[in-house]
């Protein structure tokens, strides 16, 4: 039986969240979901979330998986929160380690902050498989983007993250600290020996001016055929010099700081200071 696929439009970051669902068992997963989060006021709000969660009472699913694709510089994980409503394990892939190494530093995150990924209930490997209800899954390793990125191979759906974007927007950015534009390039001839057929559920979208509508759903064989940065033909070094100097003209992501000092921390806000009260940190002249 095929799984489902349902997805949740966030407009403020332009990230998708996705329920995937075994029709059979009503077992499901959450992918990379997010928080509201107010840069402004550093308020928190479970509004989107809310209507996820509402989504799967209504469908008497049942939360397995709570499933991150990489530790988000875009959004804050509402991981927790899912977690605390419906249960599941929390999973990332197993280099967030080395995300949590770097960005512990970056941001001085003290010696409370543990760097052995213990945030998460699961940490996947290259090849490891799990299932959601009866429906196989297995996880391929595609950093680039990230240290730490992963692919969720779902049935005949594969969950990219911000690896690939719609074919007309092109690939991920690769100048974040442990980025690699040539393992991105690599990562993505990965996925692209999948099967053509293969349907690519995609983190974000951010829509061209010439489309009309936000779409986060296409497949393998588009993406070969048009995604304007890395179609069959381009090769490696035109790829990385084309992502390096794409990459000098991107601003950073609105949510960058405080999205990456929560998520590294599995979707958890800092501890409490003396005072009871929860601080995020800017650093100066860092990024």
């Known amino acids: 039986?095929?799984?489902?696929?349902?997805?949740?439009?966030?407009?403020?970051?332009?990230?998708?969240?996705?329920?995937?669902?075994?029709?059979?068992?009503?077992?499901?997963a959450v992918i990379d979901s997010v928080l509201d989060f107010s840069l402004r006021s550093g308020r928190t709000s479970s509004t989107f979330t809310d209507g996820i969660i509402e989504y799967i009472q209504s469908n008497k699913l049942k939360v397995e998986w709570i499933l991150e694709t990489h530790v988000h510089a875009d959004h804050i994980s509402a991981a927790p929160y899912i977690k605390q409503k419906l249960g599941g394990k929390l999973a990332i892939g197993a280099k967030i380690i080395e995300v949590q190494s770097t960005f512990g530093k970056v941001f001085n995150a003290g010696s409370d902050f543990q760097l052995d990924g213990s945030q998460f209930d699961v940490l996947f490997e290259q090849g490891d498989t799990f299932m959601i209800g009866s429906i196989p899954a297995a996880?391929?390793?595609?950093?680039?983007?990230?240290?730490?990125?992963?692919?969720?191979?779902?049935?005949?759906?594969?969950?990219?993250?911000?690896?690939?974007?719609?074919?007309?927007?092109?690939?991920?950015?690769?100048?974040?600290?442990?980025?690699?534009?040539?393992?991105?390039?690599?990562?993505?001839?990965?996925?692209?020996?999948?099967?053509?057929?293969?349907?690519?559920?995609?983190?974000?979208?951010?829509?061209?001016?010439?489309?009309?509508?936000?779409?986060?759903?296409?497949?393998?064989?588009?993406?070969?055929?048009?995604?304007?940065?890395?179609?069959?033909?381009?090769?490696?070094?035109?790829?990385?010099?084309?992502?390096?100097?794409?990459?000098?003209?991107?601003?950073?992501?609105?949510?960058?700081?405080p999205s990456i000092q929560v998520n590294m921390r599995g979707g958890n806000l800092p501890s409490p200071e003396e005072n009871g009260q929860r601080y995020l940190k800017i650093p100066i002249d860092v990024f």
């Not at 759906?157 to 040539?182: E, H, K, N, Q």
């Not at 509508?213 to 033909?233: E, M, R």
Request: hydrophobic content about 35%; charged content about 25%; proline content about 7%.
């Open 1 to 28: 039986m095929k799984p489902e696929v349902a997805g949740f439009f966030n407009f403020p970051t332009n990230t998708i969240s996705y329920v995937v669902i075994d029709p059979k068992t009503k077992a499901c």
């Open 139 to 257: 996880v391929i390793y595609t950093p680039g983007h990230t240290p730490a990125c992963i692919t969720y191979v779902i049935d005949d759906c594969a969950f990219v993250g911000d690896t690939l974007f719609m074919p007309d927007y092109g690939t991920a950015r690769a100048d974040f600290p442990g980025g690699d534009a040539r393992h991105l390039y690599q990562s993505i001839q990965k996925l692209f020996t999948l099967p053509d057929e293969t349907k690519l559920y995609l983190c974000h979208d951010y829509k061209p001016k010439n489309r009309d509508q936000f779409c986060w759903q296409t497949t393998i064989a588009k993406q070969k055929q048009l995604n304007i940065h890395v179609h069959a033909g381009v090769t490696e070094e035109e790829f990385v010099n084309m992502r390096h100097e794409r990459d000098k003209s991107l601003d950073l992501p609105e949510l960058i700081i």
